[in-house]
């Protein structure tokens, strides 16, 4: 039988329109200098290259620029920054080494780039980027070797290579197989994704959706890329039974008969690349189609020669592509035999070829994945350690630490495994990748009772490796994983008669635990201990530390003279024995603690001195505690200039030491978050979407999320907050979340018009937080203050359509008064209210006046100004509430002049429900909003003309099908449309939406 035609060679493209019309969208967009992202999600097999290629061949018939990488599956180590060293090879042949004119960029492509600062030589035949350590020293590890180089200084380099390109023309990015992506390019994609503007630019990534598991390291990540205005998501769904038999009679092109073609597209369940196996497999054997895929892949393979398949089999167990020159050395192959069974696989769709250094890939990852499977237990062990004896004599170049462990592991030569993972987590950790080095320390810690003591590496020990351990976890964003290593840490200690070295596994245990809300009560427990062991002690190193972590703890106690005292005594240690980083971890737990008395001056100048000691003692983690510290200090001052000039330092300083996810790290761009809410910043605080590297533990990264929420909600995204919301439900456990939840969730319900769930989620936060803080949570301020204006706003309904009034009157009295005496009986962290305490407890009041029925102007006056300290959203909301006061008294002058202020603010912020709610207000009282305008628009824009057509003919009581008939479009369309008037209004119900565009004035 003749073969078949094989994918991309020339056949239709067959049921994608849809997904193709949005791909051409969004390069038609980016050809206009507006920048885009598009990730295309599906099954293995499902058609995402395909959709690549065609995407790429249009963008090149028009002009542009595509550049391609892949990624590829190394084990589970992963090759950094491999995609992007491929894209930019490219460069090379399209003659534009120009743009490669840059210093950082040797880090990436060593052998093109020329650079004076360049002292090695190029690798003559490994097709891998270079790397240098990330800069700074990490405190308890050793020196980095280079200082000088920082990881954003190479994605500098290569967003403004590819800005550069974009000025000359439209510049294609495509990133194959996301899954397999080590954590650098997963932070470099995000980095490049989150600053798409006005460039000509178009990323598109493909990524398997069956290959993300719970806890694969993408799955954070697509999480945040695609809230980025810029980035879509293109999710690729099997054909359906129709579409699938279109498929494979263009794929068959009439030389197989129907019924085959039926139990093909059956057997495929609608998977392009199961059928075209299939397919293939009928035309190469008419004994029958295989019963699973597995099966077809490997009669692909058997089909050919014995030579052919032992080379096959090789390579499948280098991963997914491998060098001719690997193949040759490490199946001590004759180079004639060699060329000849690898151009039988080729010609048989085994391997396709690529890259100016030869190598060869496997057609599809399936293919690899059903040969390797396929190995004889014996067989698959002589081939890794084939490779690793490949391996052994070449670990001086970079990678192959990692790789010739998992060769080691795999033939089972556990003693080299041991040793080479050892290494490759000091490179991953010398590099700033903690992440990396984890998973490296936990394949050390797994081999090490299996390794016999004699063949372990020599200067490592078990409690070595997990005081390690430990600490990468806690610095790439994984605490509950710290805590269980420190935790195994003691134990071994324990069995050992070093005095100091037990008090400081102990110390380390309790500052994992503090990482953590809810395990205060074991680390204040494991501190004294800790304590209880050195006080005895002469002064040293781990005395003061120990002093200085105990002092943490009694701070966090509100235990403030005994957490003065110990962190006194650690200064003192410190400083006689020269213990520096000790000595400013201390130093900054002395000024929150003098903070809280009013010095704030005071406590501002220890706070520098801490950031100066740990610079010098290159503490870098201490060093990001005092400067989220001094941060927090002057973001609750209401000082956002300062703290957010602080605070991007601090960012600053994490990124290029790789400790982004570190708990201080997290901490910072948590404040930053926050302080660009409060500020206005809305669109930088969209933008701060750094990225995990590895695994991120759910509350981490759930805590990002919850900082966030404020501003998906004032933006009014609320089908997306309501999400969030629920998501956050079971991270709890961490206060923050749970009040971020509480005060983010009682505003959108209110703006929903859902008074009774703002009431009620108010109410069960405030609860909560009482059991964590105590009786007088200073949160209870601004949650009193959010149910007692739910409370207002239902009052307010009530009266209109004359129901009673007395139990939601009463329920808004209660909420008031217990905002006022929160103000009045919580204590401070810098010891008086700050001026965002005093905002809400004078809108407290304010808000009795509107709960009464006759809202007071002077009230609100006094909320206006109380706001006046640079919190721009909760201004123009007080603004707002101002106006509707001042059209209460009839004061329509000044009412007009806080509606315009208000809508001011509103448009730039986007926050489209304030924006809504002053349109309705100005429309009432017949206002403009603006100095020259006529008056309000109708909807702000909410809708699109043919979504407002819609949505009054639904109102009208019209099915979708009299609507599609009055409108002259489709059922299904009105269906789309009414899909996307319910999402912009956080609604589940047609009915709903009605109601809520009536509330918002979007309706007349």
């Known amino acids: 039988m003749p073969d078949v035609p094989r994918l991309g060679s020339g056949i239709p493209l067959v049921a994608r329109i849809r997904e193709m019309d949005r791909l051409r969208a969004a390069f038609s967009r980016s050809s206009g200098g507006t920048a885009g992202a598009v990730l295309i999600a599906g099954d293995a097999g499902i058609g995402k290259t395909r959709m690549v290629e065609e995407i790429s061949a249009i963008a090149a018939e028009q002009g542009a620029v595509v550049l391609a990488g892949r990624c590829v599956d190394v084990g589970e180590t992963g090759l950094p920054y491999l995609p992007f060293a491929e894209a930019l090879t490219q460069l090379r042949a399209l003659g534009r080494d120009d743009v490669l004119a840059r210093p950082a960029l040797g880090m990436l492509l060593p052998d093109l780039v020329v650079s004076s600062h360049q002292t090695q030589e190029p690798e003559p035949q490994r097709f891998m980027p270079n790397f240098a350590p990330a800069i700074g020293k990490v405190q308890g590890m050793q020196p980095r070797r280079e200082q000088d180089i920082a990881q954003l200084r190479l994605f500098d380099a290569v967003h403004s290579l590819l800005s550069e390109l974009a000025e000359d023309g439209t510049v294609v990015l495509v990133i194959e197989d996301l899954h397999w992506a080590d954590s650098s390019t997963r932070g470099l994609l995000s980095f490049l994704m989150s600053r798409l503007r006005t460039q000509r630019m178009l990323i598109v990534c493909t990524y398997r959706t069956d290959d993300l598991h719970r806890r694969h390291p993408l799955r954070p990540l697509l999480a945040e890329l695609v809230r980025l205005p810029a980035v879509e998501r293109v999710e690729l769904p ?141 067989e698959r062990v002589r081939l890794h350690a084939a490779y690793a004896r490949y391996l052994k004599g070449r670990l001086d170049e970079r990678g192959n630490s990692a790789a010739f462990a998992y060769h080691s592991m795999e033939s089972n030569s556990l003693a080299n495994a041991l040793f080479a993972s050892v290494k490759a987590a000091k490179e991953a950790t010398e590099l700033g990748a903690p992440g990396e080095a984890l998973r490296h320390l936990e394949t050390a810690l797994r081999l090490w009772d299996s390794v016999d003591e004699q063949h372990r590496p020599a200067d490592v020990t078990e409690l070595k490796l997990l005081r390690k351990a430990s600490w990468s976890a806690g610095t790439s964003g994984d605490p509950e994983r710290a805590i269980a290593y420190a935790r195994s840490a003691v134990k071994v200690a324990d069995r050992q008669s070093d005095l100091e070295v037990k008090v400081e596994v102990r110390r380390r245990l309790a500052q994992t635990l503090m990482a953590i809300d809810g395990s205060e009560e074991e680390a204040r427990a494991v501190i004294e201990a800790a304590w209880a062991k050195a006080a005895d002690l002469p002064p040293s190193p781990t005395r003061a530390w120990v002093a200085a972590v105990y002092a943490r703890m009694l701070r966090a106690e509100g235990e403030l003279r005994l957490a003065r005292e110990h962190a006194e005594s650690a200064i003192e240690d410190a400083r006689a024995v020269g213990a520096t980083g000790a000595e400013a971890d201390a130093l900054t737990t002395l000024a929150i603690v003098v903070e809280a008395s009013g010095a704030i001056e005071e406590s501002h100048n220890l706070l520098m001195s801490a950031k100066d000691r740990a610079s010098a003692a290159d503490a870098i983690t201490v060093g990001l505690r005092a400067r989220f510290y001094d941060g927090l200090s002057r973001y609750e001052l209401g000082l956002f200039d300062e703290a957010a000039t602080v605070l991007a330092e601090g960012i600053q300083l994490a990124r290029s030491t790789g400790l982004s996810w570190s708990d201080f790290g997290v901490e910072l761009r948590w404040l930053q978050t926050l302080t660009q809410y409060a500020s206005g910043n809305w669109n930088a605080a969209d933008e701060q979407l750094e990225q995990p590297r590895g695994r991120i533990s759910s509350t981490v990264t759930a805590r990002l999320a919850a900082a966030n929420l404020y501003i998906v909600v004032g933006r009014g995204r609320f089908a997306d907050a309501e999400r969030l919301l629920t998501n956050l439900r079971s991270e709890w456990r961490e206060l923050q979340i749970a009040l971020a939840s509480g005060t983010a969730g009682a505003e959108l319900a209110s703006w929903r018009g859902k008074p009774d769930v703002a009431i009620q989620r108010a109410a069960e936060v405030l609860e909560w ?105 909760d201004q123009a909301q007080a603004r707002w509430r101002y106006a509707e006061a001042l059209l209460g008294a009839d004061r329509r002058d000044e009412a007009s002049t806080q509606l315009r202020l208000a809508y001011k603010t509103a448009d730039e912020l986007g926050a489209k429900p304030l924006l809504d709610a002053l349109a309705q207000l100005a429309r009432r009282a017949r206002l403009s909003l603006t100095e020259d305008g006529p008056g309000p628009r109708d909807t702000v824009d909410l809708f699109t003309p043919r979504e407002q057509s819609v949505l009054k003919l639904v109102a009208m009581g019209q099915t979708n099908r009299q609507v599609g008939e009055e409108l002259y479009i489709s059922e299904k369309t009105v269906s789309v449309h009414l899909s996307r008037i319910m999402a912009k209004l956080g609604a589940s119900r047609r009915a709903e939406a009605v109601a809520i565009a009536y509330d918002r004035g979007l309706l007349k």
């Open 238 to 378: 099997p054909f359906d039974k129709t579409a699938a038999r279109h498929f494979v009679d263009a794929l068959a092109e009439g030389l197989v008969d129907q019924e085959t073609v039926r139990k093909v597209a059956e057997q495929s369940e609608g998977n392009a690349f199961f059928a075209e196996e299939l397919l293939a497999a009928i035309a190469d054997d008419e004994c029958g189609i295989p019963s699973s895929l597995a099966d077809v892949l490997l009669s692909r393979v058997e089909r050919l020669s014995e030579p052919a398949q032992q080379v096959i089999r090789l390579a499948s167990v280098a991963g997914r592509t491998v060098k001719h020159s690997t193949l040759r050395e490490v199946g001590d192959l004759d180079d004639i035999a060699l060329e000849e069974t690898l151009r039988e696989a080729v010609q048989h769709h085994i391997f396709v070829t690529g890259g100016e250094q030869v190598h060869y890939s496997f057609r599809h990852a399936l293919m690899r994945e059903a040969v390797y499977g396929d190995l004889l237990p014996g």
């Open 769 to 873: 937080s009482r059991r964590v803080i105590g009786p007088w949570p200073m949160v209870g301020i601004k949650l009193g203050t959010l149910a007692a204006s739910a409370a207002a706003d239902a009052v307010a309904k009530a009266r209109v359509k004359g129901e009673p009034i007395a139990e939601m009157l009463a329920e808004g009295e209660r909420f008031a008064e217990l905002a006022l005496q929160t103000a009045v009986n919580s204590t401070p962290r810098a010891g008086t209210l700050g001026p965002d305490g005093r905002f809400w407890a004078a809108r407290a009041k304010a808000e009795l006046t509107r709960l009464h029925g006759a809202s007071d102007p002077d009230a609100w006056s006094k909320v206006v100004e109380a706001s006046d300290y640079g919190a721009v959203y």
